[in-house]
């Protein structure tokens, strides 16, 4: 097994709302291949979020492999509402960095 770093293997890593309590998070891998590896072997999972947040495990919504886009795709509650006094990030966009840094055996 190789170790791979998640911007090698993936084409897009966002983030966004997806509704102004919650953000939604999209990994779109580059070929099916990838994509197979990744679920079969339950590689991105709660408990690996969890740590890239500093949240708990329970804070993190299911992770759902949806292979018609060749995603991996989960969901947290936002901390401060969208455009609440506080919210630095209105459309929850700029919330993916923590996932840039995910290494990955392949």
């Known amino acids: 097994m190789a170790k791979k770093n998640i911007r090698e293997i993936a084409k897009v890593i966002r983030s966004k709302n997806s509704s102004p309590f919650e953000i939604t998070f999209d990994i779109i891998f580059k ?18 979020i969890a740590s890239l947040y500093k949240l708990k495990e329970d804070e993190i ?16 509650k936002r901390i401060v509402t969208s455009g609440a006094p506080g919210d630095t990030d209105v459309y929850g966009a700029q919330q993916h960095g923590p996932l840039l840094n995910i290494e990955l055996d392949l």
Request: aromatic share 12%; charged share 25%.
């Open 31 to 48: 070929d099916l291949e990838t994509f197979n590896k990744v679920k079969e072997n339950n590689l991105i999972t709660k408990s690996l």
């Open 61 to 76: 919504m299911d992770i759902i492999y949806f292979m018609p886009a060749l995603a991996v795709k989960f969901g947290m």
